[in-house]
């Protein structure tokens, strides 16, 4: 909610121009782990509860993002990136 008021006030009495992306962490242990006591895919509890989270958020009046970076969708680049930091 906080992020959304900043984000209004910049836009609309600062004039500036905001593109607005949230990460969504969609992939963790946790989800993992409840994922399999529900006997279901992982992805399919991530998107229940990220659809639940959105029309909170809707339901608060808050802005949608205008970017979704979810972790699943970037597992590669991130194990790449932690092998680089290894490798140094």
Request: hydrophobic share 45%; proline share 2%; net charge negative.
């Amino acid at each position: 909610v906080t992020l959304d008021i900043l984000r209004r006030v910049a836009s609309r009495w600062g004039g500036i121009e905001i593109e607005f992306a949230m990460g969504v962490t969609d992939i963790d242990d946790k989800i993992i782990n409840r994922a399999n006591e529900l006997e279901i895919d992982f992805q399919e509890l991530a998107r229940r509860e990220e659809i639940e989270f959105f029309a909170d958020m809707e339901a608060l009046g808050c802005l949608p993002p205008d970017r979704l970076l979810r972790v699943s969708e970037h597992v590669h680049d991130i194990v790449s990136y932690i092998q680089d930091i290894i490798d140094q």
